[in-house]
């Protein structure tokens, strides 16, 4: 099955959103990755998604903003919080593209319990800030629950000039329409759409961070590959969908 192309602006593949959100002050930090390295941790049914021989390690910081069902307001209190994630890239049998989060720190326990019981989704409670200062961007994190409590990241960034046209690889670690986890011996697919994103240069002033390393991966080592910034988006999901296994030969 040939893989999906990068897309960074498609037509949204599903018929009616099952949640939606806002994700706002985002910035991203990315690694490359040995393909092989990282195999044994995306869900049955998916390998890792490569550009040039590469796969990525992505640290992601960000605002949710309204979290909330279908057409619904969002949720008061509960739906607004920080999240700092860790992930990484996936394609399916069918060739989609996809993320695979290795863990997503949440500041609320509530969608924190919520996101493990229904889709197996590794989100954990911590203790999250973002402070503005002009173009710099700091992003705090300290987990509380599960373990390894403890863990922090601190990441500062300068945003710099808006990108007219982003390179093959900030495409490759922004243009995702979906996300592949395991939940109830199930490897699911579930879609997202939002508008294309509006990104931003950006220079990583500072980094400590064990989050990374506490998701099971390489602690990162010397400068990211990309350093980008978006002011945000509005995010719809669809349903999940099971994936298939593939039929066996006759």
Do not use: K
Request: aromatic share 10%; hydrophobic share 40%; net charge positive.
């Amino acid at each position: 099955m040939d893989t999906e192309p990068v897309d960074a602006a498609p037509a949204q593949a599903f018929p009616r959103a099952m949640l939606r959100q806002r994700w706002e002050d985002l910035t991203f930090l990315h690694w490359a990755v040995a393909p092989e390295l990282v195999a044994p941790m995306l869900p049955a049914g998916t390998r890792p998604d490569t550009l040039d021989g590469h796969t990525y390690v992505g640290l992601i910081g960000f605002r949710m903003v309204g979290l909330g069902l279908g057409r619904g307001p969002g949720v008061p209190y509960f739906g607004t919080f920080w999240e700092t994630n860790v992930r990484l890239y996936s394609v399916d049998g069918t060739g989609r593209r996809a993320v695979v989060f290795r863990s997503l720190d949440a500041s609320r326990l509530v969608p924190v319990l919520v996101a493990r019981v229904t889709l197996g989704l590794p989100y954990l409670w911590s203790a999250m800030r973002l402070d503005r200062d002009g173009d710099r961007r700091t992003y705090r994190c300290r987990r509380r629950w599960p373990g390894p409590a403890g863990a922090t990241s601190r990441m500062v960034v300068r945003v710099g000039a808006p990108i007219a046209e982003p390179t093959p690889l900030e495409h490759f670690v922004t243009a995702r329409w979906g996300l592949h986890t395991r939940a109830y011996g199930r490897t699911l697919h579930l879609p997202n759409w939002h508008p294309r994103w509006p990104l931003h240069r950006a220079e990583l002033l500072h980094l400590d961070d064990e989050l990374v390393s506490a998701a099971g991966l390489p602690a990162p080592a010397g400068p990211p590959a990309s350093v980008l910034y978006s002011p945000g988006v509005p995010v719809r999901f669809g349903p999940p969908v099971t994936l298939r296994r593939p039929a066996r030969p006759s």
